[in-house]
């Protein structure tokens, strides 16, 4: 157990066995001790592979990610995932540890594919505009034809700019042909005030000396979906945030 945890394995579950076996021990107990003292040995060997598969996973993902990196990829919310699954495996939840280094490897596939996309869309030919005949010149030639009629004079259309709240987080780059941008998304605005309300949260825990690295990294994950859109994520990993710091508020 002892070189297990030198390792870098969570062995607190087997801790507990050890102490068992060693109340068993004291009161004589010396089938009880024996059997708890091999259930210890059994359970430090389970978390030793499971710690050795979860470590080789984050490797691989770390691997992948970097190399998307090197291509100028953006992988904000791979690194993200990474980060989460990295501090998993430091308390011993080694079965998320491998979905999220996982999670993480398909993130950064995606973001290239849609990179991938995106420059193919950017290489195609621009569409030539459309040529519009002026309404000045069109009147004209009606009227060399027949006199139009007596009417109040048409006023051109008064265009008003929609207002833009202020984000506190920068909004995701929108295209050119989205009408409404996402400051405006009531999803994106309900995300965005999770975010900004748990952070404040997190900080005020942070100052009080609570280890909140796990939260932390969850925030930022929730911070990189609202960057790139997935605004019922962004929320989903907001209220994460929130439960976790409102386990550590009871500890």
Do not use: W
């Not at 010149?137 to 048409?154: D, F, M, S, V, Y």
């Amino acid at each position: 157990m002892a070189a297990a945890a030198s390792s870098g394995v969570e062995v607190r579950k087997a801790e507990q066995l050890i102490r068992d076996a060693r109340n068993s021990l004291d009161e004589g107990n010396f089938g009880d001790a024996r059997a708890n003292a091999d259930k210890a040995i059994e359970l430090v060997a389970q978390l030793e592979g499971q710690f050795a598969k979860a470590r080789e996973q984050i490797a691989e993902a770390e691997s992948v990610v970097a190399d998307f990196r090197s291509k100028s990829v953006d992988v904000g919310q791979a690194d993200s995932l990474i980060q989460l699954s990295q501090s998993f495996l430091k308390t011993g939840n080694y079965e998320k540890a491998v979905a999220y280094a996982k999670k993480a490897i398909k993130t950064a596939n995606e973001a290239q594919t849609r990179q991938n996309t995106e420059k193919a869309m950017g290489d195609r030919p621009p569409i030539p505009p459309a040529v519009a005949v002026p309404v000045e010149a069109a009147a004209g030639a009606e009227g060399a034809q027949a006199a139009p009629a007596a009417g109040p004079p048409l006023s051109k259309p008064t265009v008003v700019a929609p207002k833009t709240a202020e984000p506190a987080l920068k909004a995701p780059a929108a295209a050119a042909t989205v009408e409404i941008s996402a400051s405006q998304d009531p999803e994106y605005l309900a995300a965005e005030k999770e975010i900004r309300d748990v952070g404040a949260d997190l900080d005020k825990l942070e100052k009080r000396g609570q280890n909140v690295a796990h939260a932390r990294n969850l925030l930022k994950l929730a911070m990189s979906f609202l960057r790139g859109g997935s605004f019922e994520k962004a929320t989903r990993y907001a209220r994460k945030v929130k439960n976790v710091l409102e386990e550590k508020k009871e500890e």
